[in-house]
């Protein structure tokens, strides 16, 4: 069985986040493993690890997929110190500024040329917040579509995912024959830290550099120029008027009280 | 002729709000066409609830795919309907499915998609609030379709009256849309109380409240409010993951949100920053949800709630 696992680089999400010119300043900001995608690598190995264990060679292997600049390559190291097994990062000058739409293209290409049998993805990038990508994947590749996962089962001999389906609309159990593409929430497990040797591990495990050739998708399909959708404006939002604060001395409840007549809100 | 399609969703035979919400955007740009997607029988029914919306005509397909194989036998019915109908523009509810259904959709037909709309231009220009609120950036979809998901609750419903035509459609689903097989289906259990995204006032409680809700849930009772919780309340279990508000959970926007022991994390924060007016009651003068707050209490909640039920109580009487 071979998995994939698409993992984003995103901006720190406890930074303020700033925009110029319309789009995210990814400069200004730390990059990390998006933090939504360590669930979908620690339920990957979940998946793999007992399947494994006690071979020399894994059998089961698991493969992240990244699409960004030369710096996700730290995002990728940290999913292999986790226990992954490679990367492959598709980097290209063109691909800045891709939509959603140039997103799931390409990494549908990466996934198609790695045939693989299993596709996981976090729910959500925590800087574009589509939660759109793993359905695209789906729609692009044609393969099922198990998403937002609050658990997993695979099995592996006969070639079955089943998930329940966690949404705010209730749960479904729902299954699929191989190939899937599936999404975790965040409430499925505790991902792992790496631990020293997983990190040491990590720094010898192969990290694929592939450009937009590789895969043969044209720079006009992808980047700014190739987006179905552009932004014509970003604005700061004012910042919230400063509010009163009170210390409790046995009247806070009834200035409360007070606060939200005089509002109106109650 | 020129229409908008937007997509009425419905649970328990039920048509959501936000059917009417995304007829009154859609009709500054054209006619509304809505459509149901429903299990045999049903659309009749569902159909009656859209009356005195926007909505001009419904289009309903009846088929027990949709239950049985879930986003993929929604959008491949929608793609058909797109095909025929040709609309200037495709709205969907901003709901986990909605963007997962709209997502598809757009690579489908070849549009362009923006979801988490808090507003919807006649000329199609679309208003979405990004991290967290702190920015407002304007949108539009330049190829294809546009296909746009718009938060619950981000417009006020405009009614008229009118009842719009209904027209059963007849389609297959094709074999490659049943890839995925839904066994069991089981709605999230509503309370007697508003639902989060759709109330005017929610009130939310958080580690805190050391598991007992009964205060917040008294506050919430009495202003008609919604509850809602932080993750950690509803990873300890003390609420149901439903209710969650924040990055991962839901985001909320109303006119009153009163935070009841949460400390204000930037994923908590994420969901609920744009919300009109915000009230904190917390122990710690330093939490950093006091940043936010426009009625800042440092103190006990198991204090400072009843007595403001208490006084609100008096002020009404
Ligand atoms: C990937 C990811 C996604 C996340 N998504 C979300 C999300 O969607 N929503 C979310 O909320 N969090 C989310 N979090 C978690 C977030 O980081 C915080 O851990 C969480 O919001 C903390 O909840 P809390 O404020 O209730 O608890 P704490 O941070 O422990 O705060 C409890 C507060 O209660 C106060 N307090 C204690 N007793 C009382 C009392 N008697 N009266 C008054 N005040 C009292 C304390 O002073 C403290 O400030 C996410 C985290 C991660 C990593
Ligand atoms: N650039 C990317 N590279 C790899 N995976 C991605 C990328 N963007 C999104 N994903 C995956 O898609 C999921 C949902 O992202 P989004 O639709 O952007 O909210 C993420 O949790 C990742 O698993």
Redesign the pocket.
């Known amino acids: 069985m071979k998995i994939a696992i698409c993992v984003k680089q995103v901006p720190d999400s406890w930074a303020e986040k700033k925009m110029v010119n319309g789009v995210l300043d990814r400069e200004s900001v730390d990059a990390v493993l998006n ?2 995608d360590e669930y979908a690598i620690e339920e990957a190995l979940r998946v793999v690890e007992p399947l494994n264990e006690g071979k020399e060679t894994p059998e089961h292997t698991i493969t992240l997929i990244s699409m960004g600049p030369d710096r996700a390559t730290e995002a990728i190291r940290k999913g292999l110190s986790m226990g992954a097994d490679s990367g492959v990062l598709v980097t290209d000058p063109a691909l800045a500024g891709s939509d959603a739409i140039a997103t799931s293209k390409v990494l549908s290409e990466v996934i198609r040329a790695g045939g693989f049998d299993l596709v996981f993805c976090g729910t959500e990038s925590t800087d574009a917040r589509m939660s759109v990508i793993p359905a695209m994947l789906a729609e692009r590749l044609g393969w099922a579509q198990l998403t937002f996962a609050g658990s997993v089962k695979v099995d592996a001999s006969n070639s079955v995912v089943e998930i329940a389906r966690m949404t705010e609309s209730g749960v479904e159990t729902m299954s699929a024959k191989f190939p899937c593409v599936v999404s975790v929430i ?1 409430k499925i497990n505790e991902p792992r830290y790496p631990s020293f040797k997983g990190i040491m591990a990590a720094k010898k495990k192969v990290i694929e550099n592939k450009s937009l050739a590789d895969f043969g998708i044209s720079a006009a399909e992808v980047g700014a120029t190739g987006a179905w959708s552009v932004v014509a404006d970003a604005q700061a939002r004012p910042p919230r008027d400063k509010g009163v604060k009170i210390e409790d001395s046995g009247e806070a409840g009834a200035k409360l009280a007070d606060y939200l007549a005089e509002k109106r809100l109650v | 002729m020129s229409n908008v399609l937007i997509l009425a969703d419905h649970d328990s035979g039920k048509v959501a709000k936000t059917a009417a919400e995304l007829a009154t955007l859609g009709k500054r740009a054209s006619s509304v066409n809505a459509v149901i997607l429903s299990a045999p029988g049903q659309s009749d029914a569902l159909a009656a609830q859209l009356a005195n919306t926007e909505v001009e005509k419904v289009l309903s397909v009846e088929s027990d795919d949709f239950a049985k194989h879930g986003i993929a036998a929604m959008v491949d019915a929608l793609s058909q309907i797109v095909a025929t109908t040709n609309p200037v523009a495709v709205l969907i509810p901003s709901t986990a499915r909605g963007k997962e259904i709209a997502g598809r959709l757009a690579v489908r037909i070849g549009g362009g998609v923006i979801t988490d709309a808090v507003d919807v231009a006649s000329n199609l220009q679309t208003t979405q609030s990004v991290f967290g609120g702190s920015f407002t950036v304007t949108a539009s979809v330049k190829t294809g379709t546009p296909v746009i998901t718009v938060r619950p609750s981000a417009v006020e419903a405009s009614s008229t009256s009118n009842s719009p035509t209904v027209e059963k459609l007849s389609i297959s689903i094709a074999d490659s849309a049943k890839l995925v097989t839904i066994s069991e289906s089981k709605p999230a259990v509503k309370g007697g109380r508003p639902e989060l995204t759709e109330a005017k006032i929610v009130i939310s409680g ?3 409240t ?1 598991g007992d809700f009964s205060q917040v849930e008294a506050m919430a009772d009495l202003l008609g409010a919604a509850v809602g919780a ?4 509803t990873d300890a279990g003390w609420y149901p993951h439903t209710h ?6 839901k985001t909320v926007s109303p006119q009153l949100y009163v935070a ?6 930037i ?2 924060r994420a ?1 609920m920053q744009t919300s009109k007016t915000i009230v904190a ?4 003068p330093e ?1 950093p949800i006091f940043d936010l707050a426009d009625f800042g209490v440092v ?4 204090a400072v709630l009843p007595q403001a039920r208490e006084a609100i109580a008096a002020k009404r009487s």
């Open positions: 933090d939504l965040e | 958080g580690r805190g050391n932080s993750r950690a309340a969650q508000v924040g990055q991962t959970g009841c022991g949460i400390s204000g994390a994923q908590h969901g009651i917390n122990k710690d939490a103190g006990d909640l198991f």
